[in-house]
């Protein structure tokens, strides 16, 4: 064997075991930050070592500082873990090392990009012949979409943002619920829109966008308009009335955004559907593959609905780059690139329709057995409607809240996360592992009880 092979081989016999203890293990790491930067920091060595054995101390050093994500009980923020195709499909990614941005430099993993970009949309409902970009994650799906949307807007309204830049154009209505995600405010950052420039229509108590507050917000606005709506509040898991607002936004010729990071996917279950239903009718979408979808991390989707669209924002003019139809580079921020498209072609297959199917509709069934689990614990209040994947829940207090959260982390069966809702303190149990088991929930619920009930 070559050191590649044996590194390769060293790295194979540590993930199989790190696999191996999820069950086991404590969800939270037992190591902090200081204590991993001991463990592999000081000064750098003058002379190097051996491939394999830098992957076996990198082993031996991580365990105590690593956070059990792959396992079924990790239900913090909104992080899926990863499927065994999608998980095998990353490390041939990295072996084959396509820098894949350009369709004729690398046919094999553009095409497996583009295949599973279509698989989606249709999955989603979407627009057969919309863009799909892959991008690292939600945050930069939905900066993607809205440097469409703004360089869109303002050439319907004969600007032309490339030649005369941001200084003296007509100013863009930017309109945004009162629940949206913090990634939408820093894509806006990033566009410059100003947080005082930003238009915040209110929210329901499940965050879901107001039809009349947004009918209100929009009376006599005219000229450039972006109105971001959401498929998946990040705390309660709700979805906007995409029947109700988009036609309100259509009115006034606004462009309409939708981040769905993880909400898009309720499309592609049957029982489900009915909470995305409108949502076909915006001009671009973001969602992620790394949370529902459990593929590796960064697989993020910027789909928009007109590809022209997203060609006049991100094709580059460097002549020595390669052109054909529409390659990667044309439709996000990015040039050099790894293939992360290809462990979404390898889950998608791997789970079929029917099984991307199934995989939504048991998060949503572990959400509510958890929910009702939960629920049965003296103290414990659900506050959310218990709709889709996330489960938020609180005791009397804030204070008392508070310390079971970390008391759960302390304890190590699984690991939640808390949020503020409406003002009080809250922990969210995100169902978004297809790892999860009826029991995974069940030792959940019990280390809950022990520790609200003693
Ligand atoms: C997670 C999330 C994002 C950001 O996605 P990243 O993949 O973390 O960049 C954006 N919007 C919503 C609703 C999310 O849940």
């Known amino acids: 064997m070559d050191d590649r092979?044996?590194?390769?081989?060293?790295?194979?016999?540590?993930?199989?075991?790190?696999?191996?203890?999820?069950?086991?293990?404590?969800?939270?790491?037992?190591?902090?930050?200081?204590?991993?930067?001991?463990?592999?920091?000081?000064?750098?060595?003058?002379?190097?070592?051996?491939?394999?054995?830098?992957?076996?101390?990198?082993?031996?050093?991580?365990?105590?500082?690593?956070?059990?994500?792959?396992?079924?009980?990790?239900?913090?923020?909104?992080?899926?873990?990863?499927?065994?195709?999608?998980?095998?499909?990353?490390?041939?990614?990295?072996?084959?090392?396509?820098?894949?941005?350009?369709?004729?430099?690398?046919?094999?993993?553009?095409?497996?990009?583009?295949?599973?970009?279509?698989?989606?949309?249709?999955?989603?409902?979407?627009?057969?012949?919309?863009?799909?970009?892959?991008?690292?994650?939600?945050?930069?799906?939905?900066?993607?979409?809205?440097?469409t949307a703004r360089n869109a807007v303002l050439r319907?309204?004969?600007?032309?943002?490339?030649?005369?830049?941001?200084?003296?154009?007509?100013?863009?209505?930017?309109?945004?619920?009162?629940?949206?995600?913090?990634?939408?405010?820093?894509?806006?950052?990033?566009?410059?829109?100003?947080?005082?420039e930003t238009?915040?229509?209110?929210?329901?108590?499940?965050?879901?966008?107001?039809?009349?507050?947004?009918?209100?917000?929009?009376?006599?606005?005219?000229?450039?308009?972006?109105?971001?709506?959401?498929?998946?509040?990040?705390?309660?898991?709700?979805?906007?009335?995409?029947?109700?607002?988009i036609p309100l936004a259509r009115r006034h010729g606004a462009w309409v955004h939708v981040d769905g990071a993880f909400g898009l996917w309720a499309a592609a279950s049957d029982s489900l559907r009915r909470l995305t239903r409108g949502m076909e009718e915006a001009d671009s979408w973001a969602t992620d593959a790394h949370?529902?979808?459990?593929?590796?991390?960064?697989?993020?989707?910027?789909?928009?609905?007109?590809?022209?669209?997203?060609?006049?924002?991100?094709?580059t003019g460097g002549d020595y780059l390669i052109y054909s139809g529409l390659d990667p580079w044309d439709v996000t921020p990015e040039l050099s690139r790894r293939a992360r498209g290809v462990p979404a072609w390898a889950a998608l297959r791997s789970l079929g329709r029917v099984g991307v199917a199934r995989l939504i509709d048991r998060l949503h069934s572990n959400a509510v057995r958890m929910a009702a689990g939960l629920a049965s614990v003296d103290g414990i209040e659900i506050i959310n409607d218990v709709d889709y994947t996330q489960v938020m829940f609180c005791l009397a207090s804030d204070a008392a809240t508070r310390a079971l959260g970390d008391a759960i982390l302390a304890e190590g069966t699984a690991a939640v996360t808390g949020a503020e809702w409406r003002g009080r303190a809250t922990l969210r149990c995100s169902m978004s592992s297809w790892a999860t088991t009826d029991d995974d929930i069940d030792r959940t619920i019990a280390a809950f009880r022990k520790l609200v009930e003693g």
């Open 199 to 245: 238009t915040i229509v209110d929210s329901d108590e499940q965050g879901r966008m107001r039809a009349d507050a947004l009918e209100a917000a929009l009376a006599g606005v005219d000229g450039p308009l972006i109105v971001c709506l959401q498929a998946g509040e990040v705390h309660t898991g709700a979805f906007d009335d995409f029947r109700a607002l």
């Open 156 to 196: 319907r309204a004969g600007w032309d943002l490339a030649e005369r830049g941001l200084r003296n154009a007509p100013p863009v209505t930017f309109v945004v619920g009162a629940d949206r995600h913090g990634s939408i405010d820093r894509a806006a950052r990033f566009l410059g829109i100003g947080r005082s």
């Open 291 to 315: 949370k529902t979808l459990n593929v590796p991390y960064d697989c993020g989707m910027a789909i928009v609905r007109d590809p022209a669209d997203s060609i006049a924002a991100f094709r």
């Open 5 to 147: 092979e044996r590194a390769l081989d060293a790295a194979h016999r540590h993930a199989a075991e790190f696999l191996r203890t999820l069950d086991d293990r404590p969800v939270w790491p037992r190591a902090s930050l200081d204590d991993m930067m001991a463990t592999f920091g000081g000064d750098l060595a003058d002379e190097g070592a051996d491939p394999a054995s830098v992957i076996d101390e990198m082993a031996r050093g991580a365990d105590p500082g690593l956070v059990a994500i792959p396992g079924g009980r990790f239900f913090g923020f909104v992080i899926g873990a990863t499927q065994p195709a999608a998980l095998a499909a990353d490390w041939l990614v990295s072996a084959w090392d396509q820098n894949s941005g350009s369709s004729t430099l690398t046919p094999t993993t553009v095409a497996m990009e583009r295949v599973a970009g279509q698989w989606m949309l249709d999955l989603l409902g979407l627009p057969a012949s919309a863009s799909v970009g892959f991008v690292t994650g939600g945050q930069l799906a939905n900066f993607t979409c809205l440097a």
